[in-house]
């Protein structure tokens, strides 16, 4: 009883502890969730129609592609410059991928298994399947359907887990690789039936038809004079304000723009010094005599040149000029150089020449068991069965450990660079020194391999050199020199008031008033300047930037303006809309002095506009560029509804005033057919249609775009 008088007593403290312990409670699970939610915004990279594309979705798509755009190049790593063209590839499929979902979805169109398993491995595989060269059958040159089922079975999940380990990485890659493009059938299909269902419901009419080949049917020869307005005076054309911001208004959905920065920017080259010139070509000199007299010159090669040395013989085909020049009047031994060129010291050797195939076609049949004994021994058995007259084909069908088992082992055509490269030095040798027909053992990296020469080309010159290259490149001292000077620039020139005026000064290059967008992958043509403009886009007006290494240059830049997403100012566009207006008042005024003078001759006109009479044939109602004039769709209505022999009225084009004369007719020969007509319209409205329903839906989605965040 007295411990529940004590509770009593003390309930308000209690309530308060309470209290205090489930706001911390609530509290705490609202951090949290809030931690998350700003975790989430952190990593979205864009939003379209209200689906988030995340950071991780986003990357791992990119990686995807640059693994497919790997496989089918052959290299390992790309340069900026393709690699923000793969980005960007990327974000046009994601956001197309789901406007044309959220459209898709709507109306009912679907992809289905059944239909995807058709266009993969059925009865109508996919053109873009059709079209691969891994598919084609090696002798037609044509696709070949069991060559596709035969790969979709090696990159079966069972055969991959069966496989050698050395192999399964290479099998894993390709099943990617083919897991992408099975994606894009049939994200290609989904959107072939979405435009196919457009198309269809714009149909050629036969007045359409009729329309359309009789502008082109119909052509005319003119002769013709223009006085151009640049002969009147810009100053003497009066253009309102009023008048500007009426045409602006007519225009503006012409003037949307993205978020935009105006910046200026300083950009030094990092050049080499004359020093570090004189030192490379010391380096190289020094090389010369030991260049001259050593007969293996591998290790001296790769040791001094940014070109490894190649144990292999070339055709002259193979060398550019300067080494070509070289190769094919020079004896062996004979050394070039050093010559120098484009920052670059050059030395050549010619090692050995010979007369010998430039390629020979190889079969394999590639071993690969569980110990080297067990190949050892069965390589030893398959060469006694091929002794006595065993199909080398079937046997590697039977035997052959890789995919060109299904070829009967052929590998194709080698020069002996392609063997160097693509297998090793003992492959090479023995490829281009077996006989036509006979077989020979070598082992490899992947295996041991039963090697069978099926063709070899015509004997050719072919030449080894050794090549030492040296590029001349900023010694650390120059880069440091370049870099000390412009910092202590920039430590003395912060205010982007004075930036001008100091870069001058400094004899520095200063570039104004350049406008850019998120989407500009570098400033200027400056390579690798992307992390340039991620910085405008972080930065308000006045800023000036520390320095960039941007590739071989080093760059400051400064923040002069920014302007939101929208529409461009009337300010902005001003200059481009009075020029128009001008011109407008150009034309009224030179046409209406034309028409008051009531001339009846081209000679007059010419003279009356202090020009000469010209002439130009085959001008249709459809023609887009008249030759010798430009593109002026005024003249070209003119043209198409007038009279033979009859003088035009003045027409104002967009560069000056015409006056006309239709000296004679062209009429196509041939027939018109309603039937073929219609068909060419409906082509011509399925390309349009096709090409611009994706763009319309894109137009017309809702995208925030928070790239330049994180690329």
């Known amino acids: 009883m007295a411990t529940l008088e004590k509770i009593r007593s003390k309930a308000g403290l209690l309530v308060l502890v309470v209290g205090v312990a489930l706001f911390a409670f609530i509290i705490g699970d609202f951090l949290n969730s809030g931690s998350t939610y700003f975790r989430q915004s952190q990593e979205r990279i864009a939003e379209v129609d209200g689906e988030v594309i995340n950071i991780h979705d986003y990357q791992a798509r990119i990686d995807e592609m640059t693994e497919m755009y790997k496989m089918q190049t052959g290299q390992t790593s790309f340069p900026d410059e393709t690699m923000a063209q793969i980005r960007q590839n990327v974000f046009d499929m994601m956001v197309e991928d789901i406007v044309l979902g959220e459209a898709t979805e709507k109306i009912g169109i679907e992809v289905s298994p059944e239909e995807l398993f058709d266009m993969v491995q059925g009865e109508n595989i996919s053109p873009l399947i059709q079209q691969m060269p891994m598919f084609a059958n090696p002798q037609t040159g044509v696709f070949d359907r069991n060559a596709l089922l035969n790969f979709l079975k090696a990159i079966d999940n069972d055969n991959i ?124 000199e020094s090389l010369k005599e030991e260049f001259s007299a050593k007969e293996n010159v591998a290790d001296l090669v790769n040791e001094n040149s940014e070109v490894p040395y190649v144990d292999a013989f070339f055709t002259e085909k193979s060398f550019d000029p300067e080494l070509k020049q070289f190769a094919t009047t020079a004896a062996v031994g004979d050394v070039y150089g050093p010559a120098f060129e484009n920052d670059r010291y050059r030395m050549f050797k010619l090692i050995a020449k010979t007369s010998a195939p430039d390629s020979v076609k190889v079969s394999h049949i590639m071993l690969v068991g569980s110990t080297e004994a067990e190949t050892a021994a069965l390589a030893d058995s398959l060469m006694g069965v091929l002794k006595n007259g065993g199909d080398f084909a079937e046997l590697a069908k039977q035997y052959s450990a890789d995919q060109a088992k299904e070829r009967g082992g052929e590998l194709g055509w080698f020069t002996e660079v392609t063997a160097l490269r693509g297998v090793n030095e003992d492959f090479k040798n023995v490829i281009f020194s077996t006989p036509i027909n006979e077989i020979a053992v070598v082992k490899s990296m992947y295996g041991t391999h039963l090697v069978k020469v099926t063709e070899k080309t015509a004997n050719v010159t072919k030449y080894k050199v050794a090549d030492i290259d040296m590029t001349v490149t900023p010694s650390s001292k120059t880069y440091s020199n370049i870099y000390n000077d412009l910092n202590q620039f920039l430590s003395n020139n912060r205010d982007i008031a004075k930036l001008d005026t100091a870069a001058k000064n400094a004899g520095y290059n200063l570039i104004s008033n350049v406008s850019i967008t998120p989407d500009n992958q570098v400033l200027g043509s400056i390579k690798g300047s992307r992390p ?180």
């Open 161 to 284: 887990a069966s496989m050698p380990v050395e192999q399964q990485d290479q099998l894993i890659k390709a099943r990617n690789f083919w897991l992408f493009w099975e994606k894009n059938i049939k994200r290609q299909r989904l959107e072939q039936k979405y435009t196919t269902l457009l198309t269809k419901a714009i149909s050629a009419n036969k007045l359409d038809a009729k329309e359309s080949f009789d502008e082109n049917a119909k052509s005319a020869d003119i002769a013709y004079a223009m006085q151009s307005y640049s002969t009147i005076p810009d100053s003497t054309i009066q253009v309102s304000k009023g008048e500007i911001e009426k045409l602006y208004n007519q225009r503006k959905e012409l003037f949307k723009q993205k978020e935009t920065k105006v910046v200026k920017y300083i950009s030094v080259d990092i050049r080499p010094s004359q020093e570090d010139y004189n030192n490379a070509q010391k380096d190289i």
């Open 532 to 711: 340039v403009v991620r910085w405008a886009f972080q930065n308000d007006n006045g800023s000036v930037s520390d320095i960039f290494e941007c590739d071989d240059k080093f760059v400051i830049a400064a923040v002069e303006k920014s302007m939101p997403a929208g529409y461009a100012p009337l300010e902005q566009v001003a200059a481009g809309l009075k020029a128009e207006l001008v011109a407008q008042k150009k034309g009224d005024k030179i046409a209406e002095e034309l028409a008051a003078k009531n001339l009846t001759t081209v000679d007059a006109y010419a003279q009356a506009m202090n020009s000469s009479v010209d002439s130009v044939k085959f001008i249709s109602f459809g023609t887009r560029r008249i030759s010798g004039i430009g593109v002026e769709p005024k003249l070209n209505a003119a043209v198409a509804l007038a009279q033979v022999d009859q003088v035009s009225a003045p027409v104002k084009g967009n560069n000056g005033v015409y006056v006309f004369k239709v000296y004679a007719e062209n009429k196509d020969s041939k027939e018109y057919n309603e039937e073929n007509a219609v068909r060419a319209w409906d082509a011509n409205n399925t390309y349009r249609i096709s090409f611009q329903a994706i763009r319309s839906l894109i137009d017309k989605a809702d995208i925030e775009d928070n790239r330049i965040r994180f690329y």
